[in-house]
């Protein structure tokens, strides 16, 4: 069992950007990973990453705006968001996953979940 706390959640305008983390408590597992849900919208994966090799793996919507990683030293995984945009606002969470599944988005190989942070992004 791992607890999970997000922090660095925020409003800021489109273009901006905004960077997350997460603190992990206990065993982090195969995988850490984003996730993040829109206001009437399922959860949906924005970047996970191998706990080990650091290899990551993120959403198309994603993909050059956004960079996961994580310090195991600190137990603690990070997401820098960049050219942030209305849609990209939602709850952001981490979870951890013990599958080694990294490569697959999907939320239910997830067993570990944070209470999630707040991103707001408007003019």
């Known amino acids: 069992q791992v607890l999970l706390m997000e922090s660095g959640g925020g409003s800021v305008e489109p273009g901006e950007s905004l960077n997350l983390s997460c603190k992990a408590s206990?065993?982090?597992?195969?995988?850490l990973g984003w996730f993040r849900q829109a206001p009437g919208k399922g959860r949906e994966g924005v970047a996970t990453?191998?706990?080990?090799?650091?290899?990551?793996y993120y959403a198309d919507s994603v993909k050059g705006r956004f960079t996961v990683s994580r310090d195991n030293a600190k137990q603690t995984l990070y997401l820098r968001m960049s050219s942030l945009t209305p849609d990209d606002t939602a709850t952001y969470y981490c979870a951890s996953s013990a599958t080694p599944v990294c490569f697959d988005l999907s939320p239910q190989n997830y067993n570990n979940w944070g209470q999630g942070t707040q991103v707001m992004v408007a003019a």
């Open positions: 206990g065993d982090s597992g195969y995988c």
């Open positions: 990453i191998w706990t080990h090799s650091g290899s990551p």
